[in-house]
Antibody, heavy 118, light 108 residues
Framework: QVQLVQSGAEVKKPGSSVKVSCKAS????????ISWVRQAPGQGLEWMGR????????NYAQKFQGRVTITADKSTSTAYMELSSLRSEDTAVYYC???????????WGQGTLVTVSS | DIQMTQSPSSLSASVGDRVTITCRAS??????LGWYQQKPGKAPKRLIY???SLQSGVPSRFSGSGSGTEFTLTISSLQPEDFATYYC??????????FGQGTKLEIK
C-alpha cells in the first residue's frame, strides 16, 4: 500500500518561498512519477507539475514556470515542491500524488495548507 | 497549454435524477481524458479513464463519452453518495496535465 505523507502547514510572507515535502512509503519510489496539485480555498484543482525521480526530470505547467521547482531525493523517497515569489493568491492546499501516467493520480498525500499573508 | 472548460460550475439535482457534466478542450485531445470525483476533505478519485472506460470498482451508473474536444460525464441515477465535486483531467499534452474548473453537484 503506497502512502504519501506531506509536511505540515506553513504561513509565509508575500515575496518569500515555501518548500513542501512528500515522503513516500510502499511501492518503489523511483518507478513512478509524483505530481503536485493545488487547491485554493473553495476553488478547483490545479495541476502544477511532476517529477520522475528515477530520471530527475521535472515538468511544469506554464502558469508556474519560473516560480516552481520540483525535486526528488531517491535516497529518502521524498519529493519536494518549492514555490517562490509567493503572493496571496498562492494560499492553497498543496497535494502530492502518485502519477502512473495517462492521467492516473491514484494515491494522494494528506495535503499541506500554505497561507500567504503579511 | 491545453485549456479545459467544464460546465456547469454547479448543479442541483435530486436522488434518482440523471445528470450530465460537460468538458470542452481548447484543441483536440483524442480520448485522453479522465473524470475525478472529490468529496469534501478527501483526495480526488478517478472514475473514468480514456474518456469512456469505467475505473475498476466504480458503480455502473457512471459513464463517460466523447472524443476530440467535447466530453461528458453522466450519472444515470443519482445516489446520496454521489453529491461531490467532479473534475475532468486531460493528459493528451503529457507530460503536462490540465484539470477542468470543476462541477459541484448539490442536493436539491
Amino acid at each position: 500500500q503506497v502512502q504519501l505523507v506531506q509536511s505540515g502547514a506553513e504561513v509565509k510572507k508575500p515575496g518569500s518561498s515555501v518548500k513542501v515535502s512528500c515522503k513516500a512509503s510502499g511501492g518503489t519510489f523511483s518507478s513512478y512519477a509524483i505530481s503536485w496539485v493545488r487547491q485554493a480555498p473553495g476553488q478547483g484543482l490545479e495541476w502544477m507539475g511532476r517529477i520522475i525521480p528515477i530520471l530527475g526530470i521535472a515538468n511544469y505547467a506554464q502558469k508556474f514556470q519560473g516560480r516552481v521547482t520540483i525535486t526528488a531525493d531517491k535516497s529518502t523517497s521524498t519529493a519536494y515542491m518549492e514555490l517562490s515569489s509567493l503572493r496571496s493568491e498562492d494560499t492553497a492546499v498543496y497535494y502530492c500524488a502518485r502519477d502512473l501516467g495517462r492521467g492516473l493520480l491514484d494515491y494522494w498525500g494528506q495535503g499541506t495548507l500554505v497561507t500567504v499573508s503579511s | 497549454d491545453i485549456q479545459m472548460t467544464q460546465s456547469p460550475s454547479s448543479l442541483s439535482a435530486s436522488v434518482g435524477d440523471r445528470v450530465t457534466i460537460t468538458c470542452r478542450a481548447s484543441q483536440g485531445i483524442r480520448n485522453d481524458l479522465g473524470w475525478y470525483q472529490q468529496k469534501p476533505g478527501k483526495a480526488p478519485k478517478r472514475l473514468i479513464y480514456a474518456a469512456s472506460s469505467l475505473q475498476s470498482g466504480v458503480p455502473s451508473r457512471f459513464s463517460g463519452s466523447g472524443s476530440g474536444t467535447e466530453f461528458t460525464l453522466t450519472i444515470s441515477s443519482l445516489q446520496p453518495e454521489d453529491f461531490a465535486t467532479y473534475y475532468c483531467l486531460q493528459h493528451n499534452s503529457y507530460p503536462l496535465y490540465t484539470f477542468g474548473q470543476g462541477t459541484k453537484l448539490e442536493i436539491k
